[in-house]
């Protein structure tokens, strides 16, 4: 069973794209590959173009010269429903603004949002800085 995950991008003129992630939206995985890869409006918004994914790795690009598809795909490369898997394109869901989308969004376990230059992670109880969740976690990791 999956992780479910979200991942938003605000753009400039202050809509908000949503796409859907199926496998490994927790923190420590999702949150820290878009913390770590995604860093800037135009990775992020890059990585929301194709629509739904089925896993979020480093790069949203394949090497041509090598296969890539659900069956088959590159390691450090995201898996999309419709470019890897041959299923039909389902584009992002679009929102006028962020407190619109944060109030109707498609919630799942962890939703990501990038917007003023950083990404934030909601799990149900608000909006919190992923760098600073990451942060809070790794700190507990020592604790225990």
């Avoid at 389902?90 to 990501?112: A, F, H, I």
């Avoid at 909601?122 to 992923?130: A, D, I, M, T």
Wanted: charge should be negative; hydrophobic fraction near 30%; proline fraction near 6%.
């Amino acid at each position: 069973m999956g992780t479910r995950s979200t991942i938003a991008v605000e753009h400039a003129d202050g809509t908000v794209s949503q796409v859907y992630c199926h496998w490994d939206g927790y923190l420590t995985h999702n949150g820290q590959i878009l913390v770590d890869h995604y860093d800037t409006q135009k990775k992020a918004e890059l990585l929301i173009l194709l629509g739904e994914m089925s896993s979020l790795r480093p790069k949203c690009i394949p090497d041509p010269a090598k296969t890539h598809n659900s069956d088959n795909p590159q390691d450090d490369v995201t898996v999309y429903y419709s470019r890897d898997g041959g299923e039909p394109f389902v584009p992002p869901s679009l929102y006028p603004t962020v407190d619109n989308y944060k109030k109707n969004l498609q919630g799942e376990e962890y939703d990501y949002l990038f917007t003023e230059g950083q990404w934030e992670v909601s799990n149900g109880r608000g909006y919190e800085l992923v760098a600073q969740a990451l942060e809070i976690a790794k700190l507990r990791e020592t604790d225990e």
